[in-house]
């Protein structure tokens, strides 16, 4: 079991960027492969960004690719997203989560795969 805890939203501008910290404690953090998801209102939750448990293998959405980068401290038990050129459509509410995988070099991009998530932290982006 782990538990998620998701930091950084808040309300920026057009252009500007912010960086979301996800929080893990319980299990060992380096044996889960993480995800960003974000979910607009009426909008399916999507993937925005995966990264394997080693953090050497990554994944994104194609309409965050160039913009945002993930990435993961084990030893700090923490995965990052570091969101710039921010644009009023990645307004949402961004979750991260977690999932076993076998292979260390693993990522996960289906949301259905995963089984633990945080409670989401709202992005806001003023145009």
């Known amino acids: 079991q782990v538990q998620l805890v998701e930091s950084g939203g808040g309300l920026v501008q057009a252009g500007d960027s912010l960086r979301l910290s996800c929080a893990a404690s319980g299990r060992s953090f380096s044996s889960y492969a993480m995800g960003w998801f974000r979910q607009a209102p009426g909008k399916e939750r999507e993937l925005v960004a995966a990264?394997?448990?080693?953090?050497?293998?990554?994944s994104y959405g194609d309409s965050v690719k160039g913009r945002f980068t993930v990435s993961r401290d084990n030893a700090k038990n923490t995965v990052y997203l570091q969101m710039n050129s921010l644009k009023p459509e990645d307004t949402a509410v961004y979750y991260c989560a977690a999932a076993v995988t076998l292979f260390g070099t693993d990522y996960v991009t289906t949301k259905n795969s995963y089984p633990y998530w945080g409670q989401g932290t709202q992005v806001t982006v003023s145009s």
């Open positions: 990264i394997s448990r080693s953090g050497t293998s990554t």
